[in-house]
């Protein structure tokens, strides 16, 4: 079975940190990209980033650029999202889903989300 299973959420203070997990199986994680997107309360979803897992290419949200960094472990089957910087606006549920190479930011499976609050 497909699976992908977010985790790492919490509650931090603002301009701290969290590493957020997506574990990742029943899938080729190199015929896949991974995305992480999130979505707070009253607002529409959001892409964050996401990584190509052929070759590690990433992209990243104007709103999250030089905060997260997006990672994977191929033999782990584990992609992270380091964020650094936290603000309140970051506060979300976090999600992380798949999108098949061959359909290119259509993402097909998504696991449950993990939450981040940011709050002091």
């Known amino acids: 079975d497909v699976q992908l299973q977010a985790s790492g959420g919490g509650l931090v203070q603002p301009g701290g940190s969290l590493r957020l997990s997506c574990a990742v199986s029943g899938f080729d994680f190199d015929d896949y990209t991974i995305g992480w997107f999130r979505q707070a309360p009253g607002k529409e979803r959001e892409g964050v980033s996401c990584?190509?897992?052929?070759?590690?290419?990433?992209t990243y949200a104007d709103s999250v650029k030089g905060r997260f960094t997006i990672s994977s472990d191929n033999a782990k089957n584990l992609v992270y999202l380091q964020m650094n910087g936290l603000a309140a606006e970051d506060t979300a549920l976090y999600y992380c889903a798949r999108s098949p190479e061959s359909a290119s930011n259509y993402y097909d499976y998504w696991g449950q989300g993990t939450q981040v609050t940011v709050s002091s």
């Open positions: 990584i190509r897992g052929r070759d590690g290419s990433s």
